[in-house]
């Protein structure tokens, strides 16, 4: 014998246990809550791990792109110096985060958070603007730098997503910066702190950037291995030791690691363990409800018995049940996406 014949009789279904669930509120807001406590636990955790693990990275062919680590930031010769002599790459650049920039002329003045990054870096990252041109190889000249890229962030929130900025001036630190160019929402370049970019001018003698860390990031060439990078890149280091007169011991740590690695870093573990500690959380939440329903299901005993005599089957009571609990669980679901979005 069918439990129900149409789809209207499943909708009755899920409004009767709907119905059922408010008229016990203590029990239903106890039970949802506890869902929403780990279906929202684990969904925060999972995006955050998908995102650092499990999705390519947004950028051309994410695989070949490394970080270069040596002993310390890169200086700029050391930048040139890889560019010119390195042959495991298509390209060198650099990426200097963490610049705090004043934004004024505007209604609500504002401390804004910059990275500098060499003028081939979103060539070499192989994005596209939503808006503009990113600037090029000639904006690392003194002069020609005064340039700036938006997140698509701060272009919403600070200037309405007005298209006309593209080619407009903003002050930055009291400098007049032309702005060139609109990233796509949610662009980042190994950290989602950044709300523009500008060039980072260059002096291809100089052993520093003034005031700034810069990590090297470098393309693969086609076929190339990150250990076969490596070791070509020690051995460069080896030479930019002693023609930089770094002390002894320069190059023993230099290394070239995957750019989603070099992201990630020491943190995988401590994903995978947190990833396995809500997990565990939902197990426990879930077994909550669960004792929960069995306590209810005991006190209606004599509703279920008094629903039996007048001609329900035991399979008609076992669905209802299972659409309370499943209505239960919806209402649960949705709890824990807010919990998660907050």
């Known amino acids: 014998m069918s439990i129900f014949t149409t789809v209207d009789d499943v909708l009755r279904d899920f409004r009767?246990?709907?119905?059922?669930?408010?008229?016990?509120?203590?029990?239903?807001?106890?039970?949802?809550?506890?869902?929403?406590?780990?279906?929202?636990?684990?969904?925060?955790?999972?995006?955050?791990?998908?995102?650092?693990?499990?999705?390519?990275?947004?950028?051309?062919?994410?695989?070949?792109?490394?970080?270069?680590?040596?002993?310390?930031?890169?200086?700029?010769?050391?930048?040139?110096?890889?560019?010119?002599?390195?042959?495991?790459?298509?390209?060198?650049?650099?990426?200097?985060?963490?610049?705090?920039?004043?934004?004024?002329?505007?209604e609500a003045p504002e401390q804004l958070t910059a990275a500098r990054v060499s003028g081939n870096l979103f060539r070499l990252l192989g994005v596209q603007p939503l808006l503009g041109r990113t600037f090029g190889m000639e904006a690392e000249t003194p002069g020609k730098d005064l340039l700036a890229v938006l997140s698509y962030e701060l272009w919403q929130r600070k200037f309405g997503g007005n298209p006309e900025i593209i080619g407009k001036t903003i002050s930055l630190d009291r400098d007049a910066i032309t702005v060139v160019a609109i990233m796509p929402a949610g662009f980042g370049i190994m950290d989602s702190k950044t709300e523009l970019w500008m060039p980072l001018a260059m002096d291809k003698t100089a052993m520093s950037y003034t005031g700034a860390v810069t990590l090297g990031l470098a393309r693969l060439h086609e076929g190339v291995t990150v250990a076969s990078a490596t070791s070509e890149f020690r051995a460069l280091a080896q030479r930019m030791g002693v023609q930089n007169a770094e002390p002894a011991g320069?190059?023993?740590?230099?290394?070239?690691?995957?750019?989603?690695?070099?992201?990630?870093?020491?943190?995988?573990?401590?994903?995978?363990?947190?990833?396995?500690?809500?997990?565990?959380?939902?197990?426990?939440?879930?077994?909550?409800v669960a004792n929960l329903l069995l306590v209810r299901a005991t006190d209606?005993?004599?509703?279920?018995?008094?629903?039996?005599?007048?001609?329900?089957?035991?399979?008609?009571?076992?669905?209802?049940?299972?659409?309370?609990?499943?209505?239960?669980?919806a209402f649960g679901a949705i709890a824990g996406l807010g919990v998660a979005s907050i």
């Open 16 to 106: 009767l246990a709907a119905r059922s669930l408010v008229r016990r509120p203590g029990l239903t807001i106890a039970a949802v809550l506890t869902l929403a406590v780990g279906i929202g636990a684990n969904t925060a955790v999972f995006s955050v791990l998908s995102a650092l693990l499990l999705k390519p990275l947004p950028y051309t062919q994410p695989e070949r792109l490394v970080a270069l680590w040596p002993a310390h930031a890169l200086a700029n010769r050391e930048v040139e110096f890889l560019r010119t002599n390195a042959r495991s790459y298509d390209d060198v650049a650099s990426f200097s985060p963490g610049w705090l920039v004043g934004l004024t002329g505007v």
């Open 250 to 288: 320069y190059a023993v740590e230099a290394h070239v690691q995957d750019l989603r690695e070099s992201i990630v870093g020491d943190t995988r573990p401590m994903l995978l363990v947190l990833l396995g500690a809500v997990v565990f959380l939902l197990l426990i939440a879930s077994a909550n």
């Open 300 to 329: 209606r005993t004599t509703e279920l018995a008094v629903r039996m005599s007048i001609g329900a089957n035991r399979a008609r009571l076992v669905w209802q049940m299972l659409a309370e609990g499943l209505t239960l669980a």
